[in-house]
């Protein structure tokens, strides 16, 4: 239950994070692309952003001009080899089940982030605002140091109370108590890069989920890719999402000319009229960052799981 709980805890505001789920690293340089049949010679392939060791799967279609800007986005990303910045996201939908069905919520959550290529971050996640009880003001320390990814999970004193007391049913004590000691303890759970890596699953899976920023098309249906306007700063693009992103209708991405680096990501919500909005603000481009910033060990006391196997074990998104 502990390790479902927690998993629960950032699904609103990763609703449209999700997007970058396939971050932190990028594709090689496209090989160049077979010839195509006269009514489409004009257009060029698009491999999606995956780790070279990942094949690509069906290339999809852009006019050149658009292709041309979408490569050069990618290889800024691939060209960072480390950064810090701010990221803050928002959401505004409609609760769909229980008894505040109709009504909306809001959630809000602050990321201070690390980042050092290959495979060293750091991340400080504050949920600073959520509909459920008991989560606002939950802290999260992600931390992956190139042999173990540790996720540190912190609750703030009462917010066992205030989840008990949201249940309006009459429970007895122990499991009152019961309840509250789950929900405030901290915890942490630990992954083995080098297991996970053997399972096939640490470059194509688990890296993409902890390391989001630097792919901004992963949500992205890029048959449906607009690029809706430009200045000297920034692009501005549109797009329709992937089948998975189901509760996404339609995405717009801000990105910096100057690194390629998404600054902004706003998502209409299909069925509520809701809004989920991302900001990427303080980016520092390849800070000296040395190893030691990527250092994590488990507090004295606080009750560890290696969840290696779980996330083996775990069916892939959409799958």
């Known amino acids: 239950m502990r390790q479902l709980r927690a998993g629960k805890i950032w699904l609103p505001c990763l609703l449209v994070v999700a997007f970058l789920v396939g971050c932190g690293q990028q594709s090689e340089p496209k090989s160049k692309p077979a010839k195509q049949p006269a009514q489409t010679a004009k257009k060029k392939s698009v491999a999606h952003n995956l780790p070279p060791a990942v094949p690509a799967p069906p290339p999809v279609m852009l006019e050149p001009a658009l292709q041309k800007v979408v490569d050069e986005i990618m290889a800024k990303n691939n060209a960072v080899r480390s950064y810090t910045c701010v990221w803050d996201g928002s959401e505004t ?20 982030r690390a980042f050092k290529r290959p495979d060293r971050l750091r991340v400080k996640l ?13 802290v999260r320390d992600q931390v992956i140091d190139g042999a173990t990814c540790w996720d540190y999970l912190q609750t703030p004193s009462g917010a066992g109370q205030e989840l008990v007391a949201a249940m309006r049913k009459d429970l007895p004590e122990a499991e009152k108590a019961d309840i509250i000691r789950r929900h405030e ?87 509520d009229g809701g809004e989920n909005v991302q900001r990427i603000s303080d980016f520092v481009l390849n800070p000296d960052l040395p190893d030691e910033t990527f250092a994590f060990t ?20 959409g799958g």
């Open 93 to 112: 939908s409609k609760i769909t089940k229980g008894p505040r069905a109709g009504q909306m919520a809001e959630y809000a959550f602050h990321e201070e």
């Open 126 to 138: 504050t949920q600073v605002k959520h509909a459920m009880a008991g989560l606002t003001g939950q």
């Open 185 to 271: 303890a901290p915890h942490v759970w630990r992954k083995d890069i080098q297991r996970l890596r053997e399972a096939g699953i640490w470059e194509t899976r688990v890296w993409h989920e902890w390391e989001r920023l630097l792919v901004p098309f992963n949500l992205c249906d890029m048959s449906t890719l607009k690029l809706e306007s430009e200045d000297e700063g920034q692009w501005v693009f549109s797009a329709k999402p992937i089948a998975f992103a189901k509760r996404i209708e339609r995405i717009t991405l801000t990105i910096a000319k100057t690194d390629g680096v998404l600054r902004e990501m706003r998502s209409s919500l299909a069925e």
């Open 298 to 317: 488990p507090p004295e006391g606080v009750e560890l799981t290696d969840s290696t196997d779980m996330e083996i074990n775990r069916p892939s998104q």
